[in-house]
């Protein structure tokens, strides 16, 4: 793995440093050109960084990097005139009350964490679906490529890993994505009990350590024209 130079670790903190600070800037009338200019600039370097000239990783932000350069010019550069909450309409008011309350809901899994601000923050939650042979046999082998092996009779595929792999963007980071792709492997695998979905919640502000918990696709004969059921239980993991 490739180290990264000191230099470039420690100029690594300016980044939330100086997208904060763009941020305020663009709500101050007196700073506002030079946050503009901040801002734009800033997500310029981020396209030219991870872009098509760049590194080539997360391909889905580099059209959202171009939507938000072009917000910027809509919001800030042909309307410069003084930002007040009163004098916006009822439906805009409650948008930025939404936007500003919502995110915290993600503390505590009742909002989405890829809509609170947090898609490089590393506290996301993670799923991996484990299976035994008899399983991976029946797999394509385009979704083989992304199995690993776990010990005998046992393969595991890291959801995130295959999403990159196959679009160069990572997976949905909710329990429910992951549960739709787990049912898909279950359809693929002919419906073997053996498959399990290990779901693994990152801390947050009101829980202090990770959690885990397992996912069971159970197969029931009496529902064998509708597929799996899926039945929660904890994990000692």
Known sequence: MATVPPLLRHLAFLAPVVECGAGI??????????????????????LLAIGPLGSRFNTVV?????????????????????????DLLVPQKVIVVLFALMPALSLVNL?????????????????????????????????QDYVSDEGPNRGSLDINDWSFGELNVPSYPEPRIYKNVARLICRYGAQDPGIELVVREQPSLVRAAAKAYTIAPIYSARRASTGSTLVARRAGR
């Open 25 to 46: 800037g663009l709500l101050a009338e007196r700073f506002r050109s030079q946050a503009l200019f901040c801002a734009a600039g800033m997500h310029v370097f981020i």
């Open 62 to 86: 580099w059209p959202w990097n171009l939507a938000m350069i072009a917000i910027l010019l809509v919001l800030f550069w042909w309307h410069v005139e003084r930002l007040l909450l009163r």
């Open 111 to 143: 909002w989405d964490h890829y809509l609170s601000s947090s898609l490089y923050s590393g506290n996301r939650t993670s799923g991996l679906i484990y299976f035994n042979d008899g399983v991976f046999d029946r797999l394509p082998e385009a979704i």
